[in-house]
């Protein structure tokens, strides 16, 4: 988010909401306490843990409250009381003063609160699109005309429209949130409950999803609770509640709460990156020594305006080209080296039911080379094909046409083992769920291993380092993968993956549902493995934050073709390009953008949050500062460094 407006906000205290709001208390939870009863496969009850320890908080009508939390802290167990899918041990929540263990109310809480979960799929029910967002008001017993009215508007206001003749399975993930979302509006719910429903989106989308909640809230004083780990998200409420102990240990503004230095280290957040930049230049020791950008507020405006920062962005490009082509050709023959191209694609196209009306071609013409020892970071937007893509590499899809190759070895090759490819090229599907088939955690990772003829303790031992590796507390390691919530699911997931010691690891979006230091954690270990065990890794992501912090290169498809294969310093300087497919550029590009068009020198190759905040830390201990060319050049050295 921008900080300028997080400022203005600020300022005027979030009046503009909070004078709007009508003061009225719509859902009240007091005192909630929930317990969950764990089971044993045959349906015994075994022990019972309590999730909600005492919940107290009242909501108003037309609040726009972001829900946070650790993994495991209890959002989904709360959100789900609101519409009364789980019911309080002890205490009581009230929706529009309907309590929830009145069963009588239950139809009619349910038509006050709308919910919206993590897994688009566990939601989709109908042939197409369109009668997808009609189920819900043809349930409520609505003429046919309003119903009609009602899937326009709310497939309009998802931009999804033009896609309404389309079956559910043939749409993305993000795709199928944007449905999920649509059929609760077309309900007109009064409030309604978002479980992390962008997590699975691409900018582009995540964007739409954020403008369709805030105009609803805005326009139509539209209840939104919204649980997410998204910072920037957090940053665009009213209220920010953190859940924690089965509490609620946060209930305040945004601002507030990013100010919050030692609670935010405790849950192992961040607040957003542009206010922390703002923090940092606002600070006295740097007001002092290195000018203060506040005076030029008045014409900050002008300033930050899109045709400058075009025209910065263009004549970096203009004049970087040749260096990027001899970094380029080194780097290309260097990873030629080091890939020894353990997977490649060779002019490779996929075509979804060729010769019917539902033909779409996923791929087109792709050639590609992975090897070992490399984060591969693979961008773009919703269907753009990144899933198809990765089910040619393990072998779960053929190609129409062109060949795949492992070790050199054509993977579809008379007599070529899948089970060999599988066992060598490992994979966590977008949605972790569809990879658990055991009943226990523990089962479940050992799955891999065991087909691999892994046995006694050989075989245990993999699945306790794995799940170590991804931090599931011991605990869960004999619960039903069932039991779990997104991001400990995610995480057995991985786990599951790296117990069978792959030597390629596919991920598919394998920070959605992860909080911020589960992800950071994870990540840092992957990496290393990655370095000191060379295994290479496959990234798919929507997060651009992501992608620079950890790809070592960047791919991005568009409408099934490679469009960009580079560093990601290099895939960050095409702007247009990316914008023209739906992505965009890191928020520390977005800054530094910003901050250069207000005087500060940062050097162009600044792609990651710690080089930003690195380097406007350094500015207050030199006297450089804004006019400092020398700490760019030094800076950039650096970084050329770390890329060649
Ligand atoms: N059906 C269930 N049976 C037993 N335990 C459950 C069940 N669902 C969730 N839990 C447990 O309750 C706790 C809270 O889960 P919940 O899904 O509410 O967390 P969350 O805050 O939404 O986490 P995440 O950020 O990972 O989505 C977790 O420890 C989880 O293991
Ligand atoms: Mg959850």
């Known amino acids: 988010m921008d900080c300028s407006k997080l400022r203005k906000r600020e300022r005027a205290g979030v009046g503009v909401k909070q004078e709007k709001m009508e003061d009225r208390t719509v859902i009240r939870a007091e005192q909630v306490r929930f317990q969950y009863k764990k089971r044993d496969v045959d349906g015994n009850v075994i022990a019972t843990e309590e999730i909600l320890k005492g919940v107290d908080l009242t909501i108003k009508k037309g609040e726009f409250i972001a829900l946070l939390g650790r993994n495991g802290s209890g959002k989904t167990t709360f959100s789900k009381q609101l519409n009364a899918i789980l019911r309080p041990s002890e205490g009581t929540v009230t929706v529009d003063e309907m309590g929830t263990r009145d069963a009588e109310k239950l139809y009619e809480i349910r038509q006050h609160v709308g919910m919206v979960f993590q897994n688009p799929d566990n939601q989709m029910v109908a042939a197409n699109v369109e009668e997808e967002v009609a189920f819900g008001p043809e349930n409520l017993g609505m003429e046919s005309d309003t119903i009609v009215a009602r899937v326009k508007q709310a497939l309009e206001q998802v931009r999804m429209w033009k896609r309404r003749k389309t079956a559910p399975n043939h749409l993305s993930g993000g795709q199928k949130q944007r449905i999920a979302i649509a059929g609760i509006l077309a309900m007109h719910p009064d409030y309604i409950v978002l479980d992390e429903p962008t997590a699975m989106l691409d900018p582009k989308g995540r964007k739409e999803v954020m403008e369709a909640l805030q105009r609803l809230n805005r326009e139509q004083e539209m209840t939104v609770i919204l649980i997410t780990h998204d910072m920037e998200e957090a940053a665009l409420a009213s209220r920010v509640i953190l859940l924690a102990d089965g509490q609620v240990r946060f209930d305040g503004t945004p601002e507030k709460f990013f100010g919050a230095d030692v609670l935010l280290a405790e849950m192992g957040m961040e607040a957003p990156l542009s206010y922390r930049v703002r923090k940092l230049i606002d600070s006295d020791v740097f007001v002092e020594k290195v000018g203060d950008a506040r005076e030029d507020e008045a014409t900050t405006g002008k300033r930050e305006n899109l045709s400058e920062y075009d025209k ?92 795949v190759t492992f070790e050199g070895k054509d993977i579809h090759a008379k007599g070529y083992s899948g089970n060999y490819l599988r066992s060598k090229v490992g994979m966590v599907f977008q949605y972790p769920e569809h990879q658990m088939i055991c009943d226990t955690v523990w089962e479940d990772v050992a799955f891999g291993p065991s087909k691999q003829g892994l046995t006694g303790e050989a075989c245990e031992t993999r699945v306790e380092e794995a799940l170590r590796f991804v931090d599931l507390p011991e605990k869960y390691y004999q619960a039903s993968p069932l039991q779990l919530s997104g991001g400990q699911k995610r995480r057995v997931a991985i786990a599951g993956v790296l117990a069978m010691h792959p030597e390629y690891i596919i991920l598919d979006e394998p920070a959605a549902g992860l909080d911020a230091a589960g992800k950071r954690e994870i990540f840092d270990r992957i990496r290393r493995m990655s370095r000191e065990q060379g295994i290479g890794v496959l990234l798919v992501s929507h997060s651009m934050e992501d992608l620079a912090e950890y790809a070592d290169r960047i791919i991005v498809l568009d409408d099934g073709k490679k469009i960009l294969d580079d560093r990601p310093a290099q895939v960050f300087a095409k ?21 250069r068009a207000n ?20 500015c207050t201990n030199s006297t450089a500062g804004r006019k400092s060319v020398d700490t760019e050049n030094r800076l950039d050295e650096r970084k050329q460094g770390d890329n060649l």
């Open 575 to 595: 702007r247009e390009t990316l914008a023209d497919c739906g992505l965009d550029v890191p928020e520390t590009v977005k800054l530094a953008d910003k901050l």
């Open 312 to 403: 910065s962005g263009r004549e970096w490009e203009a004049s970087s080209e040749l260096v990027d082509k001899k970094k380029n050709e080194k780097a290309e023959a260097e990873t030629d080296e080091k890939n020894q191209a353990l997977i490649s694609l060779q002019h490779v196209s996929y075509i979804y039911s060729p010769g019917t009306a539902y033909e779409k071609v996923a791929l087109d013409d792709v050639n590609l080379s992975l090897g070992k020892g490399e984060i591969v970071g693979l961008a773009g937007h919703t269907g753009s094909g990144k899933s198809t893509m990765i089910q040619l590499l393990n072998g779960l899809l053929k190609p129409t046409s062109g060949t």
């Open 599 to 618: 005087g500060y020198q940062i050097p162009q190759n600044v792609i990651r949050e710690k080089e930003l905040l690195d380097y406007l830390g350094n």
